[in-house]
């Protein structure tokens, strides 16, 4: 009797059961995220999670494998989990369209990898943070014109997105203008769409999937470092890529027992933001201190504030509060 996958099983250590029995959460179902969900359907993936809260345009049909023009205004997520069904039903497809911070942290956590094919920064680092938290491994991958990036992160082993050293600084330094209210009130730069092309979702997308399949069968040489594809001149460099210790994710210099804030007494709490957005490059932080969040007009008193104080740091970038101590420079 023929079997569907006999051609890919042929390949020398393949492993066809662990891939029935595999589940992947695939955030952002767009250039990206429409052919890896693909290629994986076709290769046998057990169970498929999409997830975006998105709804399909116009400009998405150059490149957005999946999606047809009676689709648009549709969620991706849905038309994307139905097209899926059609070409494997015999794999489970589930579809979540809705923001990544909605999702329960359950299926997240039901997941053997996930796999971040986002156009935004912000999401980038938020889902390397929740990966990060949950200890599960995460391919992330980017594109820019005929330029391609593709990152595997296994938490505490190799680099994160947080370590590497490749992020564009204005991207970092965002967070470094005045936060709270001022920081609301700035005028926005319209953002220029980002130019884009189906071959080279095809190219990162496959290398992507690529890397899926190899880590969940342990297959071949792993990607430890990260990809950069140039398709001007056709070159693949890999960059070697080092933990950072003071990395503010999975570092070991943030950890409870070790990290501390510096502060003084009369300070705000606005000021204190501030220098913590400037740190970790943050958005929009927010303080709690025992269960309760301080206001940014607060100002730091003996009273309100001491040394040895443990504050907990949100932010809409990090899936997972940062902890911090504080230390009094006037006791």
């Known amino acids: 009797m023929s079997n569907k996958y006999d ?32 290629n994986l359907a076709l290769s046998g993936i057990g169970r498929l999670i999409l997830c975006d809260m ?11 494998l999946l999606f047809r023009k009676k689709d648009i205004r549709k969620y ?8 899926l069904r059609k070409i494997n039903p015999d794999i489970d497809i589930i579809s979540l369209p809705m923001r990544l911070e909605s999702v329960k942290r359950s299926y997240y956590e039901m997941s053997d990898i996930i796999v971040g094919g986002l156009d935004s920064f912000d999401a980038r680092r938020w889902l390397n943070s929740l990966a990060v938290d949950l200890k599960k491994p995460l391919v992330s991958g980017g594109m820019y014109g005929l330029m391609g990036q593709v990152q595997r992160i296994i938490p ?19 967070a470094c203008s005045p936060v709270g209210k001022k920081r609301k009130n700035l005028p926005k730069k319209p953002e220029a769409p980002m130019p884009a092309v189906a071959t080279m979702s095809m190219i990162i997308g496959g290398i992507m999937s690529q890397v899926i399949l190899k880590h969940l069968m342990k297959l071949g040489t792993p990607l430890d470092n990260y990809l950069f594809y140039d398709g001007m001149s056709n070159t693949i460099t890999i960059l070697k890529l080092e933990r950072k210790f003071n990395c503010p994710v999975c570092g070991g210099f943030f950890d409870l027992e070790e990290s501390t804030l510096s502060i ?49 740091v949100m932010d809409d970038r990090l899936a997972k509060p940062l902890k911090i101590v504080i230390q009094k420079q006037t006791e």
């Open 156 to 174: 505490y082993d190799t680099p994160c997105f947080e370590c590497q050293p490749l992020i564009p600084q204005d991207k970092l330094s965002q």
């Open 7 to 38: 051609r890919q099983m042929r390949i020398d250590g393949w492993n066809q059961e662990n891939l029935n029995k595999s589940t992947v959460f695939i955030a952002g179902i767009g250039a990206l995220g429409s052919f890896i969900a693909t």
């Open 54 to 64: 998105d709804t399909i345009e116009l400009t998405n049909l150059n490149r957005q």
């Open 76 to 83: 991706k997520s849905e038309v994307a989990a139905k097209q």
């Open 264 to 312: 003084e007494d009369g300070e705000t709490i606005e000021a204190v933001l501030t220098r913590i957005a400037f740190t970790f490059g943050l958005a929009e932080p927010k303080v709690m201190l025992k269960g309760v969040i301080l206001s940014e007009d607060m100002v730091i008193t003996k009273k309100n504030l001491k040394s040895g104080d443990k504050l907990f």
